[in-house]
Nanobody, 124 residues
Framework: DVQLQASGGGLVQAGGSLRLSCVTS????????IGWWRQDPGREREGIIC????????IYDASVKGRFTISADSALNTVYLQMNNLGPKDTARYYC?????????????????WGRGTLVTVSS
C-alpha cells in the first residue's frame, strides 16, 4: 500500500525557513517520482517541485526558484523540501505525491497518494 506522510509545517514569520519531510512506504523509493504540491483554501492543488532518481529535479512553480530545494534520502525513503525566505503567499497546506508512471516528474496529472498534508502559515 503506497503511503506518503508529510510533516514539518508550522507558523513562521516572513523571511523565515521551514523544512518539510515526506516519509514514504509501500513502494521502491528510487523507482518513483515524488513531488511537493500546495493548496490554498478554495483553490486547486498546484505542483511546486519534483524529484526522481536518475532524472533530476523539475520545478513547476517559478516563484520558488532560489528559495525552495528538494532532496531525497533513499536510505530513509524520505523526500525533503527546504523552504527559505518564506512569504505570506507561501501559506498553504503542503502535500507530497508520487507516481510510478514512466513520465516521472513530467506529467503532474498522474501523481497521487497525497495523504493529509502539512499546514504552513507565514505571517507578515
Amino acid at each position: 500500500d503506497v503511503q506518503l506522510q508529510a510533516s514539518g509545517g508550522g507558523l513562521v514569520q516572513a523571511g523565515g525557513s521551514l523544512r518539510l519531510s515526506c516519509v514514504t512506504s509501500g513502494f521502491t523509493f528510487d523507482d518513483w517520482a515524488i513531488g511537493w504540491w500546495r493548496q490554498d483554501p478554495g483553490r486547486e492543488r498546484e505542483g511546486i517541485i519534483c524529484i526522481k532518481s536518475g532524472d533530476g529535479i523539475t520545478i513547476y512553480d517559478a516563484s520558488v526558484k532560489g528559495r525552495f530545494t528538494i532532496s531525497a534520502d533513499s536510505a530513509l525513503n524520505t523526500v525533503y523540501l527546504q523552504m527559505n525566505n518564506l512569504g505570506p503567499k507561501d501559506t498553504a497546506r503542503y502535500y507530497c505525491g508520487a507516481t510510478y508512471f514512466e513520465t516521472g516528474c513530467a506529467d503532474r496529472a498522474v501523481f497521487g497518494s497525497w495523504g493529509r498534508g502539512t499546514l504552513v502559515t507565514v505571517s507578515s
